[in-house]
């Protein structure tokens, strides 16, 4: 059985870190791109970061870029993102996501999801 489960979230200040990790089982995780993407209350769905099946190429949304840093280690069958000088404006439900090989900033184009983690960025 297919399964992404999210970790990591959770209150911080402005200024803050969070590390969110995604952690697959039951598919070939080495075939797999591996997205993640928010959503904030009455915002639509969002993608923040993805990475590529090999790990090779990495993508940014403007708003995170040399703030977040995503990762991910096969042999876990783990995805990370590292998120730096959080802002409130970060403050969403992130989520993981997959889709074959290669990342897209398409939401539908993804297969499987987890359930989310709450970020929430405040003083």
């Known amino acids: 059985q297919l399964q992404l489960v999210e970790s990591g979230g959770g209150l911080v200040q402005p200024g803050g870190s969070l590390r969110l990790s995604c952690a697959a089982s039951?598919?070939?995780?080495?075939?797999?791109?591996i997205g993640w993407f928010r959503q904030a209350p009455g915002k639509e769905r969002e993608g923040v970061s993805c990475?590529?099946?090999?790990?090779?190429?990495?993508y940014y949304a403007d708003s995170v870029k040399g703030r977040f840093t995503i990762s991910r280690d096969n042999a876990k069958n783990t995805v990370y993102l590292q998120m730096n000088s959080l802002k409130p404006e970060d403050t969403a439900v992130y989520y993981c996501?997959?889709?074959?090989?290669?990342?897209?900033?398409?939401?539908?184009?993804?297969?499987?999801w987890g359930q989310g983690t709450q970020v929430t960025v405040s003083s």
């Open positions: 990475i590529s099946s090999s790990g090779g190429r990495t």
């Open positions: 039951g598919f070939a995780w080495n075939i797999y791109a």
């Open positions: 996501a997959v889709r074959r090989y290669y990342c897209s900033g398409v939401s539908s184009e993804y297969s499987y």
